[in-house]
């Protein structure tokens, strides 16, 4: 495929106008200001007339068959609502129902932009069915809950992750990536953690928790435990691994500078902690520490879609307003955070930024509508001005895998159909 005349952000996250990009396999192998000596090669030529050619978004933490519960249960705090809704729901899903709710959300992250997500749910070989048949990128964990004294060798989320982890961990060419995960602090205990720490640094694993996402969990681990959240995951020994955090948002000053110093890729979720009233994360202290940011949508059911954009925008008003600072986060911080740091926190070093060399993880932006018009800067309006409708195409490894409204990999109407079954059956058999 080769791009012309093409508007791109490139690597720096500049604005460059009339370029020409070439993909040839999963990877970008040519950007310049003139078309390629040898054009042949490249196959499809695609006419780049008021569009704009970006890196695809990386969403860092998310639960993609939530996409099932969408609309759910509304109006709880997280206590609440994961006690009383979510997890009584969960106990129902079967395999079948997470394979059809995970690509039902990977076609609504294909429409709008994404090309990978770090996943945190149960039934992983359902999922990792969907991704593989879709073309869509993950690291997959399975949120580690220990309510109870299984040991950790017995624990059966560790066991499904190890297995999954053995069977397909860099499968589809890398695309497929197992992560480990502890869900929390309050739905594990100490002496799991502890084990968990080490079994994560024997493979060399990324871990996937939930940080200090509300006040509540934050009192009670001090009451349980004497510390925050924080303090007790680098006191278990965790954080010496390669850890991505999603909320960060009751943070006090020494927790943020454990963070740092663990090189700790926090993830913003603000429309997830703004709907569940969780709290506002402090980014902009976070990035004046050192901390990597990335950006995640949570679960469908807690905002309620996985338009990537939305993130993007609300992570960048938001954190302005509630400092009085209208430069706290710029556009290209915003960016970064969705595209390069999430790549980044899902150990993606080749993925993230439009560069030769880099993976072919690539979206179109139509610019020729009215919202999109004028265009100053592209970086402006994807930030500000774009929604995920405004996604033209989006191609993962070089695979074009959406355009204009057509999915090449999913039957989206399939995955609706049986997501809506999954519903009515659920409902059915809570109802009694
Ligand atoms: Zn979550």
């Known amino acids: 495929?080769?791009?012309?005349?093409?508007?791109?952000?490139?690597?720096?996250?500049?604005?460059?106008?009339?370029?020409?990009?070439?993909?040839?396999?999963?990877?970008?192998?040519?950007?310049?200001?003139?078309?390629?000596?040898?054009?042949?090669?490249?196959?499809?030529?695609?006419?780049g007339k008021n569009k704009i050619l970006m890196s695809g978004f990386y969403n860092a933490h998310g639960h993609t068959p939530m996409t099932l519960l969408r609309g759910y249960a509304e109006n709880h705090n997280l206590q609440d609502w994961l006690y009383h809704y979510i997890f009584p729901f969960e106990a129902k899903i079967t395999d079948a129902d997470c394979?059809?709710?995970?690509?039902?959300?990977?076609?609504?992250?294909?429409?709008?932009?994404?090309?990978?997500?770090?996943?945190?749910?149960?039934?992983?070989?359902?999922?990792?069915?969907?991704?593989?048949?879709?073309?869509?990128?993950?690291?997959?964990?399975?949120?580690?809950?220990?309510?109870?004294?299984?040991?950790?060798?017995?624990?059966?989320?560790?066991?499904?992750?190890?297995?999954?982890?053995?069977?397909?961990?860099?499968?589809?060419?890398?695309?497929?990536?197992?992560?480990?995960?502890?869900?929390?602090?309050?739905?594990?205990?100490?002496?799991?953690?502890?084990?968990?720490?080490?079994?994560?640094?024997?493979?060399?694993?990324?871990?996937?928790?939930?940080?200090?996402?509300?006040?509540?969990?934050?009192?009670?681990?001090?009451?349980?435990?004497?510390v925050t959240p924080v303090q007790y995951f680098q006191d278990t020994g965790l954080l010496d691994n390669f850890v991505v955090a999603a909320h960060c948002v009751w943070l006090n000053d020494q927790d943020m500078d454990i963070l740092a110093k663990n090189n700790v890729v926090a993830v913003h979720n603000c429309m997830s902690n703004l709907k569940l009233a969780s709290g506002v994360a402090d980014i902009p202290k976070?990035?004046?520490?050192g901390i990597r940011i990335a950006i995640g949508t949570d679960g469908c059911s807690s905002n309620n879609n996985l338009d990537m954009f939305e993130e993007i925008k609300l992570c960048a008003v938001l954190n302005k307003?509630?400092?009085?600072?209208?430069?706290?986060?710029?556009?290209?911080?915003?960016?970064?955070?969705?595209?390069?740091?999430?790549?980044?926190?899902?150990?993606r070093y080749d993925c993230g930024s439009v560069k030769v060399g880099n993976k072919a993880d690539l979206i179109v932006i139509d610019a020729d509508c009215p919202s999109m018009q004028p265009v100053y800067s592209a970086v402006n309006n994807v930030v500000y001005a774009a929604n995920g409708k405004n996604v033209e195409m989006t191609m993962i490894d070089g695979k074009i895998v959406y355009e204009k409204g057509r999915f090449f990999?999913?039957?989206?109407?399939?995955?609706?159909?049986?997501?809506?079954?999954?519903?009515?059956?659920?409902?059915?058999?809570?109802q009694k």
């Not at 976070?286 to 520490?289: D, F, I, L, V």
């Not at 990999?409 to 809570?430: C, F, M, P, S």
């Open 1 to 47: 495929m080769l791009f012309k005349n093409i508007d791109l952000i490139d690597e720096h996250l500049q604005d460059l106008k009339d370029m020409y990009v070439g993909v040839e396999g999963d990877t970008i192998t040519y950007i310049g200001n003139q078309m390629p000596a040898d054009t042949a090669r490249y196959g499809r030529v695609y006419d």
């Open 99 to 226: 394979y059809w709710g995970c690509m039902l959300g990977i076609a609504e992250m294909m429409a709008s932009g994404t090309v990978s997500v770090s996943d945190m749910y149960g039934h992983m070989q359902a999922s990792i069915k969907a991704y593989i048949e879709s073309g869509f990128k993950v690291n997959l964990c399975n949120g580690l809950m220990d309510f109870d004294e299984t040991p950790f060798s017995q624990n059966r989320n560790h066991l499904e992750e190890c297995n999954c982890f053995k069977l397909y961990h860099g499968a589809e060419n890398g695309r497929i990536k197992i992560d480990k995960s502890c869900h929390s602090v309050y739905t594990s205990n100490r002496k799991t953690v502890e084990e968990l720490a080490i079994y994560a640094k024997q493979t060399d694993s990324i871990v996937q928790i939930h940080l200090s996402e509300t006040q509540t969990e934050v009192q009670e681990c001090l009451e349980k435990y004497g």
């Open 286 to 289: 976070m990035q004046e520490k």
């Open 321 to 347: 307003g509630v400092r009085l600072d209208p430069s706290a986060i710029t556009t290209k911080d915003a960016l970064a955070f969705a595209t390069q740091n999430g790549a980044f926190a899902q150990r």
């Open 409 to 430: 990999t999913i039957d989206v109407e399939r995955a609706i159909y049986e997501v809506n079954q999954a519903k009515r059956r659920i409902l059915g058999e809570l």
